[in-house]
C-alpha cells in the first residue's frame, strides 16, 4: 500500500457561488471525501465502524486555497499519513486541478470509541501497524506541507 490514496471527483454545478468559483465550504467537503476514502482503504471502514462501535473524528483542520476552482472542474485529491501514534494521526492532502495544485489540508484525526460516550481510545494495533509501514515510505507530499500540525503525547 502507497502512502498516497487518491480521489477524484467532479465539481458540482451547486459548489459554485456568485463569483463563479468553487464556495470556500466546498473545498472542506471534497476533502472529507477524500478523508473517508483514506479512512475505508486503511481499515476505518463502514464494517469496522459497525462491528466495533469506534469511528474517526476530525480534531483540528487547516486548509490553504491556492487558486480558484471553476465549475466543471475535476478534482483530484492526493492525501497521506504524515504523523501517528495509538490513539491520533494527520492527514495532509492536495487538491488539483489539471496537475495545477488548487488547495491543500491538513487534519488531526482521533480514533474515537462511541460506547457508552465518545472517548478518544487507541485504534486497533492491525492498523496501527499499516500506518507505520505507510509513514517509512519517502512521499513527496509530506515536503509541500505549508503549516505542519504534531502529534503531542
Known amino acids: 500500500m502507497l502512502n498516497e490514496f487518491v480521489f477524484k471527483l467532479p465539481v458540482k454545478s451547486e459548489w459554485i457561488d456568485y ?3 468553487m464556495q470556500d465550504a466546498y473545498y472542506g467537503l471534497a476533502f472529507s471525501y477524500a478523508v473517508d476514502d483514506f479512512q475505508d482503504c486503511v481499515g476505518f471502514d463502514k464494517r469496522y465502524r459497525a462491528q466495533s462501535g469506534c469511528t474517526i473524528y476530525v480534531l483540528e483542520d487547516h486548509k490553504f486555497y491556492l487558486n ?3 465549475q466543471g472542474s475535476q478534482l483530484v485529491i492526493r492525501t497521506s499519513l504524515v504523523d501517528t501514534d ?3 494521526f494527520i492527514l495532509h492532502s492536495e487538491m488539483s486541478v489539471q496537475d495545477t495544485l488548487v488547495a491543500t489540508s491538513e487534519m488531526l484525526q482521533a480514533h474515537i470509541n462511541t460506547n457508552p460516550k465518545p472517548k478518544v481510545t487507541e485504534m486497533p494495533l ?3 501497524e499499516t500506518f507505520n509501514k505507510l509513514l517509512e ?3 513527496k507530499v509530506v515536503y509541500r ?5 504534531f502529534l503531542k503525547d
Not at 506541507?145 to 500540525?149: E, I
Open 19 to 21: 463569483n463563479k468559483h
Open 145 to 149: 506541507r505549508r503549516r505542519k500540525l
Open 68 to 70: 480558484e476552482v471553476k
Open 126 to 128: 492491525e492498523i496501527y
Open 137 to 139: 515510505q519517502r512521499n
Open 86 to 88: 495509538k490513539k491520533k
